[in-house]
């Protein structure tokens, strides 16, 4: 189960014109060590964020926003694929993104993206991701709210930890 979060913290996201979500909301991820959020949406792609030692991590959902099938799965496949992702039409990271194909989960894997799809959240831009020839998305992104802002308090404190 965290393996492949520990995986994804050490890494870190398909295309899509992601647009923010006013009527959803971030919940926090139960069950893990490290501090972690996710859109409450469950019908849309999305991204998981995390923190560890004060660095975002990134995982995103391609096919829905079904993080708890995610955190649950046991499954060790993966697969190394090409991706990008674009804020407001503008791509801004191309690289490599560990894919697994069993819930359709991909973590980049540097910590960049995880970075740029935080900061759209505080900006309020859409996050588009593309994996491979296969997977065009867009990201679920709701608005930063109480929970998001928790998050980020918590992740900034343990740089200063």
């Not at 469950?42 to 959902?61: A, H, R």
């Amino acid at each position: 189960m965290l393996n492949f979060f520990a995986a994804a913290l050490l890494a870190a996201t398909a295309t899509s014109a992601a647009v923010p979500q006013d009527d959803a909301s971030w919940v926090r991820a139960e069950g893990l060590s490290i501090p972690a959020i996710y859109p409450s949406v469950k019908d849309q792609p999305g991204p998981l964020l995390t923190c560890n030692s004060g660095k975002y991590g990134l995982i995103i959902s391609t096919r829905d926003g079904d993080f708890d099938s995610i955190i649950d799965s046991s499954s060790n496949r993966t697969r190394n694929m090409s991706g990008s992702i674009e804020v407001d039409g503008e791509e801004t990271y191309k690289g490599f993104f560990s894919y697994r194909p069993g819930t359709g989960a991909a973590s980049a894997v540097e910590r960049k993206p995880a970075a740029q799809v935080f900061n759209a959240v505080v900006r309020g831009q859409s996050v588009d991701f593309r994996l491979g020839r296969k997977v065009e998305t867009t990201l679920s992104l709701p608005p930063m709210d109480d929970t998001f802002r928790t998050f980020a308090a918590e992740c900034k404190a343990q740089t200063t930890a």
